[in-house]
């Protein structure tokens, strides 16, 4: 009896797939989703003028080190300004990262 249980069913024939649900992203199911996209978007332009600012300081920072011969003032600046520019990549990239894996995920079956 190899592969059978003890009902006599082969593991294989046991499986069964899952029920597909069917459900899928739609707009105006739930009230308050033009207000959570203001909100999102206000949250990103948000984030998007502190990360000027902080690439601001951060060359600051770095142009200053650089000058006066301070070396951690120019790793540290170095490395803001670095992280500065990732951060407004992630920002203004956010909706077409989100876009891409959403569709990729919707290919899974």
Partial sequence: MHGLHGDGLALADRLYLAFDPGISPKGGGLPGLAVL???VNSINLFGIIAVVGALAVSLAVWAWGHHTGGHQAEANGKK???????????LGAA???VAFFSALGSQVQ
């Fill in 37 to 39: 996209k203001n909100v």
């Fill in 80 to 90: 803001g300004a670095t992280v500065a520019a990732g951060a407004a990549l992630g």
């Fill in 95 to 97: 909706n077409g990262i």
